[in-house]
C-alpha cells in the first residue's frame, strides 16, 4: 500500500511540476512519468488519463491551501482582519511553493475549456468564503452577485502573473494593495485603505 503511495505521490509532484513549464495542451503521459520515474503501466494503475491525472493535482493541492484559508479565516476574529491575514497566507504560499500555487490558478487551464470548468468550481469555493462580508453592512449586502467571483478571479490573475515571470521575490510586497482591492468593495475605499494599512 506504501508503494501505491509513493508511486502517486511521485506522478502528483510531477504533474505540478510540469503544469508550471507548459499548458494542458501540450503535456503528455510521457512527460509525466519521465519525470517521475515510473514506468507508463503505472500511470495508469493510479489515473485513466493525463485529464484525471492533473485534475487529481489540483485536488491534492487545492484542499489543503482551502483548508489553510479557512482556518485563518476562521481564527481571525472578524471579517476584514480574516480578509488580509488569508491574503497574506496566499502570497506566503505563493512564494514559497510557486509551481503548486500556478496550478491553482484558472489561467493555468485557460486552453482547456473543461478542466477550466473543474477548477473554477474551487474558485467558487473561496468566493463562498469571501461572500461572508456581505454580512457587514447594508451596502455591502446590495453588492453585484458577482462581486466575489471577480475580486478571486483578478488576486488570481495578479498572482499567475507574477510566478509565471518569476517575481516570486516580490510577491509579498502585494498584500497591501490586494487587501484594499478586495475590502473596498464592502467597506468603502477610506476604511479599506486604513484596515490594509494596519495589517501590513
Given at each position: 500500500m506504501s508503494d501505491d503511495r509513493d508511486e502517486?505521490?511521485?506522478?502528483?509532484?510531477a504533474v505540478v511540476a510540469a503544469m508550471a513549464s507548459r499548458s494542458f495542451a501540450r503535456l503528455t503521459v510521457d512527460d509525466v512519468v519521465a519525470?517521475?520515474?515510473?514506468?507508463?503501466?503505472?500511470?495508469?494503475?493510479h489515473f485513466e488519463d493525463k485529464f484525471d491525472a492533473v485534475l487529481a493535482a489540483h485536488r491534492e493541492v487545492f484542499e489543503p491551501f482551502f483548508d489553510s484559508i479557512t482556518l485563518v479565516c476562521e481564527e481571525s476574529g472578524t471579517w476584514p482582519l480574516g480578509v488580509t491575514t488569508a491574503i497574506g497566507t496566499t502570497l506566503d504560499f505563493a512564494s514559497d511553493q510557486p509551481e503548486r500555487a500556478q496550478l491553482l490558478t484558472v489561467e493555468t487551464f485557460s486552453q482547456n475549456a473543461d478542466v477550466a470548468r473543474e477548477v473554477l468550481e474551487s474558485t467558487d469555493r473561496l468566493a463562498e468564503l469571501l461572500s461572508n462580508g456581505r454580512r457587514l453592512n447594508e451596502r455591502a449586502a446590495q453588492l453585484p452577485a458577482l462581486t466575489e467571483k471577480a475580486l478571486i478571479g483578478g488576486i488570481s490573475s495578479i498572482v499567475y502573473t507574477h510566478l509565471v515571470h518569476g517575481r516570486t521575490d516580490r510577491l509579498g510586497q502585494l498584500k497591501r494593495q490586494l487587501a484594499e482591492f478586495t475590502l473596498l468593495p464592502y467597506v468603502g475605499p477610506e476604511l479599506a485603505a486604513r484596515i490594509a494599512l494596519e495589517q501590513t
Open positions: 502517486r505521490e511521485r506522478l502528483i509532484a519525470a517521475a520515474g515510473v514506468p507508463q503501466e503505472t500511470f495508469y494503475e
